[in-house]
């Protein structure tokens, strides 16, 4: 196949990836291509900021009562009362209209510095949407503001954040998260250069965070770091 012809089958398995059309071992092999290619994070990356352009030009509308509990009487005709949260909704493909709109409610809650708009932001995501993490990056005061929406660390385990700065493959571990649902990591100067354009990443770790430096455990989550 022809360089072009890769470039079109990347980008569209990149697309189908942000919108959460990939599955199983699909999105596990796409997500182990993204630790490795950085062109392939930059089609991510192309993607994820397309569909919240697109979202943002979408007025909000209060749907009736009613569509809950008609949503989930054609969705899970089995369950009574089913407890879903909204990304499993969202991943669940209803439409692509809910998944796009989905990339602005999980926008990163503001946290200690309201009055700062973030430079960079990214939802680190699992495959599943069992674990979520919202990420904001405040240049005025070179914090990392992390949300765990959804998702903890197993048991006797610990979850560690790595970036994966553009143009490279080699993580670089920025501290294990603590059991608090918000979270704030200082990023040095160099850090935050590196930030740019890059991919955050969650693993599962042994407690004190990975012993060698690299992710020993399974990646978790991962999610491509976006201008503001």
């Known amino acids: 196949m022809s360089q072009q012809g890769d470039h079109n089958d990347d980008a569209a398995l990149a697309g189908e990836y942000v919108l959460h059309l990939l599955e199983g071992d699909e999105r596990a092999a796409f997500e182990a291509r993204l630790a490795l290619e950085p062109a392939l ?35 899970f005709p089995d369950t009574v009362k089913p407890k879903r949260s909204l990304w499993s ?19 990163p809650v503001l946290m200690q510095n309201p009055s700062f708009d973030p430079t960079f932001t990214a939802n680190v995501v699992a495959d599943d949407g069992t674990l979520v993490v ?25 979850l560690e ?17 603590p059991a608090e649902v918000e979270t704030q990591i200082d990023v040095s100067p160099d850090i935050a250069e590196r930030l740019v354009n890059g991919l955050l990443a969650i ?17 978790l989550a991962v999610g491509p770091v976006t201008s503001t």
């Open 41 to 75: 994070r930059d089609l991510v990356r192309d993607w994820d900021e397309s569909f919240v352009a697109m979202a943002e030009g979408i007025a909000p509308v209060a749907p009736p009562g009613s569509v809950k509990d008609e949503l989930n009487a054609a969705l």
């Open 89 to 107: 909704l969202l991943v669940g493909g209803v439409t692509v209209a809910v998944i796009v709109v989905g990339a602005v409610l999980l926008t």
């Open 134 to 158: 919202a990420a904001r990056f405040i240049a005025e005061t070179g914090a990392l503001e992390l949300t765990r929406e959804a998702g903890a660390a197993r048991s006797g385990r610990v």
């Open 161 to 177: 954040l790595w970036l994966i700065a553009e143009g490279t493959d080699t993580p670089v571990s920025l501290g294990v998260l």
């Open 203 to 219: 693993s599962d770790e042994p407690p004190g965070g990975s012993p060698t430096g690299a992710p020993t455990g399974e990646v």
